[in-house]
């Protein structure tokens, strides 16, 4: 069964950078779509990034396109998610999830699905805060 265990965050000033990493154990991740998640307290899980499998590019949602962008490193079974021009608004827990890569794009392409959901993928890590001063 994929485990996946995130870990890189932090706290950061308002304006700097960081990068979350996503660790997968119990299967190779180049053959899952990844997805990268931010929730805080009373909301719903926002979909932020998402790489294909198999080297099959990456998008993130608009709001957040211009700072975010997520990568992988199929030989270390590790998907990135790199954040600049950090904002207080983007502090929260940080959740990586997983998909089977096939299914994940045809999915999307089936329901003509816009933006990123969390229903899209069936397996999650447990979190890592993100704290983002002024």
């Known amino acids: 069964q994929l485990k996946l265990v995130e870990s890189g965050g932090g706290s950061a000033q308002s304006g700097g950078s960081l990068r979350l990493s996503c660790i997968a154990s119990?299967?190779?991740?180049?053959?899952?779509?990844v997805g990268w998640f931010r929730q805080v307290p009373g909301k719903e899980r926002e979909g932020l990034s998402a790489?294909?499998?198999?080297?099959?590019?990456?998008f993130s949602v608009d709001s957040v396109s211009d700072r975010f962008t997520t990568s992988r490193d199929d030989d270390r079974n590790t998907v990135y998610l790199q954040m600049n021009d950090l904002k207080p608004e983007d502090a929260g827990i940080y959740f990586c999830?997983?998909?089977?890569?096939?299914?994940?794009?045809?999915?999307?392409?089936?329901?003509?699905?816009?933006?990123?959901?969390?229903?899209?993928?069936?397996?999650w890590g447990r979190g890592t805060q993100v704290i983002v001063s002024s």
């Open positions: 790489a294909y499998s198999e080297n099959g590019g990456s």
């Open positions: 999830a997983a998909e089977p890569g096939s299914w994940f794009r045809q999915k999307r392409i089936r329901d003509n699905i816009v933006g990123l959901s969390a229903s899209e993928f069936g397996s």
């Open positions: 119990g299967g190779t991740l180049k053959y899952y779509a």
